[in-house]
């Protein structure tokens, strides 16, 4: 029998030879994927700063409002550049000015490309996250002044992960887009929106800028459930994944990695970068025991088909192990999910932005 290496071994065997050290920050903009906690201090029920969220977070004895059971990719990543443990979220009223010299996450769980899909949960929309991280260069030029602003902006990575929700809450599962758009004109839409964050962005000194795609949509535990639903075949069927929204999210990446190549090459003093998360999850559903999981298919919480946030809590059973669970809950991975797609975006992408 193979003996397969866990995940954890190779993630701290590998890493400190492969990332750049001229570093200064994280700032990530986008969803839940990469917000530590902003929901919290703003009205809406798309919150998950309640057991049993957070109960591998060693580092914090409560739930911050990570959408996982631990850590998130921003996590894993500023702690591999030793910058700090934990990615913070902007609105976190103890963060200090200093912390925002190595960065924070103004992502909002809910949020995307689209305003419609942040109006709907009442979320933080992009030209928000935006205004906020304006905020958070003038305290930066307050405490360490203009010069020393600029070099950790230059310096900085920017993580933009979003679009998932925009498919999911106006496109899918709520198609209210559908009407107005055909999917490829929706994925256009988003994409020029895409397009005005990243020129802010540069605008303000970003030059590390790495943008992800989407994930296997049609994979996502929800999804799979809702589909068993609409289709009607059968009852206890081993979930599949929607092919039509995995074709939909290839289809999305192709666009944006053309886009991205394209936005390279009219900014030559800038690294714009593409990052896949869609062929990283499609390995853990297809090989599963070289990540250590035992199911890929519904989330550790509860039923594990459409518990998320406020419907994933203290009275929910969990599963016992969620190392061995690639979801979390209905929608979002598990922070082993989530460390191995850091890994993978250290490996592949950071070398890059040298
Ligand atoms: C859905 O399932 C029910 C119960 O099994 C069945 O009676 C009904 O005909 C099905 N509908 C469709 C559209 O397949
Ligand atoms: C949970 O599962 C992981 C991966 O299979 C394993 O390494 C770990 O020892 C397990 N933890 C417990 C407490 O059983």
Request: aromatic share 10%.
């Amino acid at each position: 029998m193979a003996m397969f290496l866990p995940a954890t071994f190779i993630f701290c065997l590998l890493i400190p030879f492969t990332v750049s050290q001229d570093i200064s920050a994280i700032f990530a903009f986008g969803d839940s994927t990469i917000d530590a906690g902003n929901n919290d201090y703003i009205t809406t029920w798309l919150r998950s700063n309640h057991v049993p969220y957070g109960r591998d977070l060693t580092e914090v004895p409560v739930p911050t409002g990570r959408f996982s059971n631990g850590k998130l990719i921003t996590d894993f990543l500023v702690s591999a550049l030793g910058l700090k443990s934990l990615l913070p979220a902007y609105l976190d009223p103890m963060i200090t000015d200093l912390d925002l010299l190595t960065g924070v996450s103004f992502a909002s769980a809910g949020s995307g490309f689209d305003d419609r899909t942040t109006t709907t949960d009442n979320v933080i929309k992009m030209s928000k996250q935006i205004q906020y991280f304006e905020e958070c260069v003038e305290r930066i030029r307050r405490v360490r002044g203009a010069v020393e602003a600029i070099r950790v902006v230059n310096d900085a990575v920017f993580v933009i992960s979003a679009g998932t929700n925009d498919m999911l809450w106006n496109f899918y599962d709520l198609p209210t887009r559908e009407v107005e758009f055909t999917v490829s004109g929706y994925h256009d839409f988003l994409l020029n929106n895409l397009i005005d964050l990243v020129q802010k962005i540069y605008k303000m000194g970003g030059r590390k800028i790495t943008i992800a795609g989407l994930p296997p949509v049609g994979c996502l535990p929800l999804q799979m459930f809702a589909g068993d639903i609409v289709s009607n075949t059968s009852k206890l069927r081993r979930p599949i994944c929607i092919n039509g929204q995995n074709e939909d999210a290839k289809a999305y990446n192709i666009k944006l990695q053309g886009l991205i190549t394209s936005m390279q090459a009219s900014h030559s003093d800038s690294k714009i970068l593409y990052v896949d998360i869609f062929n990283p999850l499609m390995d853990m559903i297809q090989n599963p025991k070289k990540y250590g999981f035992e199911d890929t298919t519904r989330g550790c919480c509860g039923t594990g088909l459409v518990e998320m946030a406020a419907m994933c809590n203290s009275l929910s059973v969990t599963c016992r192990n969620a190392s061995n669970f690639l979801f979390w809950d209905a929608i979002h991975p598990t922070q082993s999910a989530y460390q191995a797609l850091a890994f993978h975006a250290l490996e592949t992408v950071f070398p890059l932005l040298e």
